[in-house]
């Protein structure tokens, strides 16, 4: 066995359907009893009314959360939680609500509850990107990760379909690059693959019937998983490609997950032999990288970087791109098979080992 190191995790998590009806207490848990509640502009009714049991201690709302927690947002949102004088926030949402919750924690150090609607996994990390003037930066930090976390359900019942499909994968593609991440150990590599077998099973489940619960609660329970590892190993070739394509052409970033993942997976295969033999456990399929193809195919996700708007001149910038920082993989970073993987990617072609 490779030597490892592993850190365990702080936070605190309560799970289940109605589970935010135990808000309160969470708050005695966590010894706060004035919240600044935040969210998008879309959930901010939803916000409201799920917090409505526990509404004298609120003691105000912030519902201006929006996508990779803009800076301008954030000193809003301070000045907004200093003058009501607030010890906690509470922030109902995605990832981009549990970003700014983070961002106002790290800077005014009061205590984070974060209770999140999709399966984006951010809750589960010390991990904080923001963006200023269009550059977007990410820290680490143990005092980023939210104190609390509720799981409820029921929350995650009015997620679109085919959101729920893209941003399931995203999780998935969290705990896949886990098992086989620089610094991973047994107990992320188990996690890993319950996550990934959780969520493959729920996910085609929830676009045929949004609203049955039973598959809610697997792939919510498989978000967790897969955000736990997301905060607790590093990633690689997956999530830097799909930074640099997302940066370079400016494509949505849960479908650009969803259609880079099965080629990544296919790209790494060979490398990996222990990861691969549990991928093919965690799916129940012989092939992990066209399980992969197949399952964002069965979610509705879109099958080629060329139908989110990536031009076909893109391939050769973002091969060339791709390769220019350096940065750990199982596999060497070799420019003609990125570019492979690319074309592929771009054209809706299925995954191609290259021992095939
Ligand atoms: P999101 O938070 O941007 O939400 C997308 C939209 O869906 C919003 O309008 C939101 O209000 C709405 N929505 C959310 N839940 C809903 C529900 N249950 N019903 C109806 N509408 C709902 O999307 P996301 O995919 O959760 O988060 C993406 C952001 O999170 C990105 O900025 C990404 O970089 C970040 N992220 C960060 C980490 C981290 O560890 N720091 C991890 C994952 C994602």
């Known amino acids: 066995m490779t030597p490892f190191t592993y850190e365990g995790f702080a936070g605190h998590v309560t799970f289940g359907r109605g589970a935010v009806a135990r808000l309160g207490e969470v708050m005695e848990r966590q010894g706060v009893h004035r919240a600044l509640l935040l969210s998008t502009p879309h959930q901010a009714d939803q916000a409201r009314e799920t917090t409505h049991g526990i509404r004298d201690g609120i003691v105000g709302i912030f519902a201006e959360a929006a996508m990779h927690t803009p800076v301008h947002i954030t000193a809003r949102g301070e000045v907004v939680l200093r003058e009501c004088g607030a010890d ?29 609607t999709t399966y984006a996994g951010s ?4 991990i904080l990107g923001e963006t200023q003037n269009g550059r977007k930066t990410t820290r680490r930090s143990l005092a980023i990760q939210p104190n ?7 929350l995650t ?29 047994p107990v992320m590599q188990l996690i890993a693959q319950e996550g990934i077998r959780a969520l493959a099973v729920a996910l085609p489940r929830i676009v045929a019937d949004g609203a049955d619960v039973g598959p809610r609660e697997q792939a919510l329970y498989g978000a ?20 640099t394509l997302g940066g370079d052409f400016d494509l ?3 479908d650009t997950h969803a259609i880079v ?5 296919a790209y790494n295969a060979a490398a990996i032999p222990e990861a691969m033999a549990m991928l093919r456990k965690a799916l129940g399929r012989n092939d992990p990288a066209r399980a992969l193809y197949d399952l964002a195919n069965d979610v509705g996700a879109p099958r080629s970087l ?22 750990w993989n199982p596999r060497a970073i070799e420019h003609d098979a990125i570019h492979d993987l690319i074309a592929r990617a771009w054209a809706g072609d299925a995954p191609k080992e290259d021992h095939e």
């Open 88 to 116: 906690c926030v509470i922030a109902l949402g995605g990832g981009s609500t549990i970003g700014l919750g983070k961002a106002l924690a790290v800077r005014t150090g009061v205590r984070h509850i974060a209770i999140p």
């Open 306 to 327: 060329s139908s989110i708007g990536m031009p076909k001149e893109g391939i050769a910038i973002a091969a060339g791109h791709a390769v220019e920082n350096a940065y």
């Open 261 to 265: 993942l099965p080629h990544a997976v």
């Open 224 to 243: 967790w998983l897969c955000g736990m590892v997301l905060g607790a190993v590093g990633m690689a070739l997956h999530h830097k490609l799909c930074h």
């Open 148 to 154: 609390a976390v509720i799981y409820d359900v029921d």
């Open 252 to 254: 949505p970033h849960a």
């Open 157 to 185: 019942l009015g997620l679109p379909a085919v959101i729920s499909g893209t941003s399931g994968i995203n999780a998935i593609a969290h705990a896949v690059e886990g098992l086989y991440a620089r610094d991973t150990n």
């Open 123 to 126: 809750e589960m990390t010390p």
